[in-house]
């Protein structure tokens, strides 16, 4: 497990614990968040939400600390949630309303200056522009999640809370709302920890990822470390053109699977050695830019598994 300094921590819990009756939600789990954008992953269950009702300061703690911005997230939530953006599991928007009119609404809550001008760019820039005067009750799954995008970071904080923002949107869907996010961060700085159950779709756009199962840590990590010790042998390739080089790649022996998502090109291969010296010399063959290239980590379920949490 990788240490954080305390200082590199957005988010720090310690021997957290929160148990609703009898039952122990949250069993002394240690938690640790850097800046930049984090996904916060486990199964249903596993204690996300709890967790994350705990760093908003809307579930008191039962034993153990847990920190945001190094504020006690019991103590000093108020501070903590003028700083943070949210975006709930479970958002029930008026049906009736635009989202123009939602945001605006929110915007006067939190005191927002500029507000037209600031809910008109955040609509734009999550790709709801065109459907700012319809009713909420005819956006679909995705749109609605994008409003809640737009909701969380209405007040430009500076690190923003998402739990399970791709719920019920298919793959593609999920995709671009994580692209969005990464285009935030990079645009704007926001810092993000996102909750899912889905890690393969988490680990495209995160730089560090915290696993929980039955309300304990099961491994915490940079997506670097993690995929090398978890590792599925699934690589991410960034290349000028995509389909030119994955008909290339098909012809090697050592690739059982590749496959295009979005604008790269995904492979499973049976001996990594061969293929880190192979895939410079075939980009340059094709005369093919190379953009990126990330070693991936390995299904959830076999995380679980290997750290003997998948009882
Ligand atoms: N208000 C509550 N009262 C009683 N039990 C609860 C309550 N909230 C959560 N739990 C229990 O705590 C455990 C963790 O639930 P939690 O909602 O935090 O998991 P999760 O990881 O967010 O799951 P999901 O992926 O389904 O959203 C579960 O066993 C759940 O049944
Ligand atoms: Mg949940």
Known sequence: MVALGIAASIIQATKLVKSFGKSLAINQL?????????????????????????????????????????????????????????MHEINAYPGGFTAKRLLQHVARIYGVTQADQRIAQLLAEVGLADAKDKPIKAYSAGMTRRLGLAQA????????????PTANIDPLGRIALLEK??????DHGTGFLISTHIL???????????????????????????????????YKIGVSEPAVFLAKLQELPIVKKAWIEGDNVFCQVQDPTVFYSEIPKIASNLNLQLKNFQHMVGTLEEIYTRTAGGT
């Open 30 to 86: 240690d938690l640790q968040v850097p800046n930049g954008i984090s996904g916060f992953v486990g199964r249903n269950g596993a204690g996300k939400t709890t967790t994350i009702g705990v760093l908003l300061g809307l579930l008191k703690p039962g034993g153990g600390e847990a920190t945001v911005f190094g504020l006690d997230c019991w103590q000093d939530s108020f501070q903590i949630r003028r700083r943070l953006g949210v």
């Open 153 to 164: 970071l209405l007040s430009e904080p500076e690190f923003a809370i998402l739990d399970e």
């Open 200 to 234: 393969s779709d988490l680990e495209k756009v995160c730089s560090w990822l915290s696993i929980i199962d039955g309300g304990r840590l099961v491994d915490q990590g940079s997506v670097t470390d993690l995929a090398a010790k978890y590792s599925a042998n699934v």
């Open 181 to 186: 996010i990464k285009e935030m961060n990079k």
